[in-house]
């Protein structure tokens, strides 16, 4: 069983940033798959971004695309999603999620709020 415990999320004026963070822990992290998933009241979950077991591959939704780098530290369990030049359409709940074949986990996420 992996826990998975976000961090970072707040607020933010529009063309700001912030650094969410994604703590791991109760299994072999290295070996997870890792990937940022948001949702939006009243709207369905949407993905952010991904980062492969070893680092080497990522992925973007086209939505943060160039604005969003994801990034993992293995050595200290943890997976970061750096936010760019947010807009207020980036508001969100930002919840981290963990999966290796078909096991699969997820955190409670934390709150992004960008103002225009």
């Known amino acids: 069983q992996v826990q998975l415990v976000e961090s970072g999320g707040g607020s933010v004026q529009a063309g700001g940033s912030l650094r969410l963070s994604c703590a791991a822990s109760?299994?072999?992290?290295?070996?997870?798959?890792m990937a940022w998933f948001r949702q939006a009241p009243g709207k369905e979950r949407e993905f952010v971004a991904a980062i492969s077991w070893r680092g080497t591959n990522t992925y973007y939704g086209d939505s943060v695309k160039g604005r969003f780098t994801i990034s993992r530290d293995n050595a200290k369990n943890t997976v970061s999603l750096q936010m760019n030049s947010l807009k207020p359409e980036d508001t969100a709940l930002y919840s981290c999620?963990?999966?290796?074949?078909?096991?699969?986990?997820w955190g409670q996420g934390t709150q992004v709020t960008v103002s225009s």
């Open positions: 109760g299994g072999t992290f290295s070996m997870y798959n």
């Open positions: 999620y963990a999966e290796m074949s078909a096991t699969n986990f």
